[in-house]
Every structure is written in structure tokens, then in C-alpha cells.
């Protein structure tokens, strides 16, 4: 149980080009969807956090125009990457929550595989 | 601020001797603590989690965690390394006022050779 998947594993696309990327929960509905960069041997950051229904909740620093968030269902977030640069090429990954209250181990996050973005 | 600090970047053992991956913490509260686990390009893979009550926490393919509270610290520990441990190893954290975000560390690379 509590599997999250994300499409695409990898995608290349070319500067100034937009690339969208799906992160589902397949046995569970998420009523949170967390998305984090990992740059190369460094580690995750939060970019922000989306519930479903509602505007995404970004982290200082994160460009909200230049990386939209969808979180339509309860089963789909999706992050969009608009006008894609090299600098924005990086290792995507999603995470999902579950509960939604009873105390912190209600809380847990289940992590999708990545997505490796190259933009060329 | 809330941090996470694994100081070493890598831990080399063999395999059949025990292996530590070691892991601090700093946070206001009481700490909520975990350890993941990632093999190249895939996501993080949940070990083991620290809530509350016994200090030692076992987890998943025979790894466990001691918290100590005195030191604020977390370390990951297995009896026995075998090469297919080898991965990198996150320790995070979150706190008692919001347990939605993860404060991780930066990683430690463990390599297990034969």
C-alpha cells in the first residue's frame, strides 16, 4: 500500500520549452502533495506544498510563476515547468500525505521515484 | 531554525562489519525523526521513524536508529553491512508544529564492499 508514482522517470526537453510532470498516489487519496529538488549529491528541498483543491503553498525562493502546481484530485498533483532553463535541470520528486489529522503519525509522507529533468 | 546535520559525506565498510551513518539534529520542540534511504534515480524509500517512547527504533532490512535525546542525535545502525546496503542515507526531521515539512540532511553515501 501507499504507493506514489510519477510520469515521466525522465524527460529532456529544450530551453524555453515547458514540460509538465505528474505525481499520483495509486491506493490512497492524498489530500496533501509535497514537491522537492534535489540537485546533484546535495539534498531535497521543499518547493511546495499543494492540497487538493487549493492554491500551492511555495518556499521562499521558489518561483511560483516559473513552477506551477496543480493538485486537482486526490490522486493527482501536477508540476508544471514553464520556459524551462539549464539551470533548471534537476531531479524532481514528489511526496504524499495521507491523513489529515489524529497527530504526527497520521502524518506520514510516501516519496514518488523522481523525475530527472534535463533541459538542453 | 530547524537543521539536520550528517557529517559524513561518506562511510565506507565492508561486508559483515557493522555500519553507523551518523545524524544530528536541531530543532525547537520535540523532534520527529526518520531515516530514508535512496538508490540511484529512484526516490527515497522510508527506513525507520522515531515518534515516541523506546529510544532504539528498529526499521526495515535490519537497519535500527537510537535516539538520544542528551545528544540530540540520531545515528543509523546495522549489525551486519551487506554490499546491496549500498545507498545514499537521509536523516530528517520534522516538529511537533507542523508535520508537513521535512527538514533533511544532506546525505551520506554508504559503500559496502565485498
Known amino acids: 500500500g501507499a504507493v506514489v508514482s510519477q510520469h515521466p522517470s525522465r524527460v529532456i526537453c529544450k530551453s524555453g520549452t515547458s514540460v509538465k510532470i505528474e505525481c499520483r498516489s495509486l491506493?490512497?487519496?492524498?489530500?496533501?502533495m509535497f514537491w522537492y529538488r534535489q540537485f546533484p549529491k546535495q539534498s531535497l528541498m521543499l518547493m511546495a506544498t499543494?492540497?487538493?483543491?487549493?492554491?500551492?503553498?511555495?518556499e521562499q525562493g521558489v518561483e511560483k510563476d516559473k513552477f506551477l502546481i496543480n493538485h486537482a484530485s486526490l490522486t493527482l498533483s501536477t508540476l508544471t515547468v514553464t520556459s524551462a532553463h539549464p539551470e533548471d535541470s534537476s531531479f524532481y520528486i514528489c511526496?504524499?500525505?495521507?491523513?489529515?489529522?489524529?497527530?504526527?503519525?497520521?502524518?506520514?509522507?510516501?516519496f514518488g521515484p523522481g523525475t530527472r529533468l534535463t533541459v538542453t | 531554525a530547524q537543521s539536520v546535520a550528517q557529517p559524513e559525506d561518506q562511510v565506507n565498510v565492508a561486508e559483515g562489519n557493522p555500519l553507523t551513518v551518523k545524524c544530528t539534529y536541531s530543532?525547537?520542540?520535540?523532534?520527529?525523526l526518520f531515516w530514508y534511504v535512496q538508490y540511484p534515480n529512484r526516490g527515497l524509500q522510508f527506513l525507520l521513524k522515531?515518534?515516541?517512547?523506546?529510544?532504539l527504533v528498529k526499521g526495515s532490512y535490519g537497519f535500527e536508529a537510537e535516539f538520544n535525546k542528551s545528544q540530540t542525535s540520531f545515528h543509523l545502525k546495522k549489525p551486519s553491512a551487506l554490499v546491496s546496503d549500498s545507498a545514499l542515507y537521509f536523516c530528517?526531521?520534522?516538529?511537533?508544529?507542523?508535520?508537513?515539512?521535512?527538514?533533511f540532511g544532506s546525505g551520506t553515501k554508504l559503500n559496502v564492499k565485498p
Open positions: 511526496s504524499a500525505r495521507s491523513g489529515t489529522s489524529g497527530g504526527p503519525t497520521s502524518y506520514e509522507q510516501y
Open positions: 491506493d490512497f487519496q492524498a489530500t496533501t
Open positions: 499543494s492540497n487538493e483543491g487549493s492554491k500551492a503553498t511555495y
Open positions: 530543532v525547537s520542540g520535540n523532534p520527529y
Open positions: 522515531y515518534i515516541t517512547g523506546d529510544n
Open positions: 530528517a526531521v520534522r516538529v511537533q508544529y507542523n508535520f508537513n515539512k521535512f527538514y
